[in-house]
């Protein structure tokens, strides 16, 4: 069973820094495009940054200034830099990924899986 798993939530102290990581585990024949989500307390889900295979990284508006996506194609796994943590920061953050899974040597199937979430939480 392919999933996603999350680490490196937790508290940090406004400015300071924290990197999440996601790895994806199971019987994966590609990891495609990789992204993080939040979802501060009230309200929706919203996209932090993509990154492609390739590489080639967007993000929303005004993140890209604190926060780095980057990814290990060798070990299936997205990070997510941030830096000069502000409060309203303070989210659940989510990893997504596209990718194929190998079901046999002749089928495979296509997912978008998302992890289970890690909390993040700014504060003095």
């Known amino acids: 069973q392919v999933q996603l798993e999350e680490s490196g939530g937790g508290m940090v102290q406004i400015g300071g820094s924290k990197m999440l990581s996601c790895k994806a585990s199971g019987n994966i024949l590609s990891v495609n495009t990789m992204a993080w989500y939040r979802q501060a307390p009230g309200q929706e889900r919203g996209l932090v940054a993509v990154i492609g295979k390739s590489g080639l990284t967007n993000y929303a508006d005004s993140m890209e200034d604190r926060f780095t996506i980057s990814r290990d194609n060798a070990r299936n796994t997205v990070y997510l830099q941030m830096n000069s943590l502000k409060p309203d920061d303070t989210a659940v953050y989510y990893c997504?990924?596209?990718?194929?899974?190998?079901?046999?040597?002749?089928?495979?199937?296509?997912?978008?899986?998302w992890g289970q979430g890690t909390l993040v939480t700014v504060s003095s």
């Open positions: 997504n990924a596209d990718l194929d899974e190998r079901l046999s040597d002749q089928e495979t199937r296509h997912l978008v899986l």
